[in-house]
């Protein structure tokens, strides 16, 4: 099952760069912008509680998703559809690599289980 739930977000990481080419960008700034939502693990540094809203802000897909939709079909703002497509890309690249959206508790601790503990 892990590894069907892994290639689930990899096609959904394809869909991401699929929806970048048609924009009107050239190919690499896919990959140049797609670790920008890690920025919101800077909230960090201000303790767990802040630090999980933060990163989970920066990495749900649902207000990817919103604020691409809003930015290709409501309010024709390219450069808000450009960070719906990168969120929602960075997000399905790290549920790849087994990063799941942060519980309060700590970094480690996602809704995908335990990082490095390999049961979880």
Do not use: C
Not at 90 to 96: P, Q
């Amino acid at each position: 099952m892990r590894i069907l739930i892994k290639l689930e977000e990899f096609m959904l990481l394809l869909l991401g760069f699929y929806l970048f080419m048609l924009m009107d960008l050239p190919w690499w700034w896919f990959f140049a912008l797609l670790l920008t939502p890690d920025i919101g693990m800077l909230g960090y540094l201000a303790g767990n509680k802040i630090g999980a809203y933060s990163y989970n802000l920066f990495h749900h897909r649902g207000l990817a998703v919103v604020l691409y939709l809003i930015g290709r079909s409501y309010l024709n703002l390219p450069a808000l559809e450009l960070v719906g497509i990168i969120i929602f890309s960075h997000a399905a690249m790290d549920r790849v690599f087994g990063y799941g959206l942060k519980y309060e508790k700590g970094f480690k601790f996602t809704h995908l289980g335990e990082i490095g503990n390999k049961n979880g």
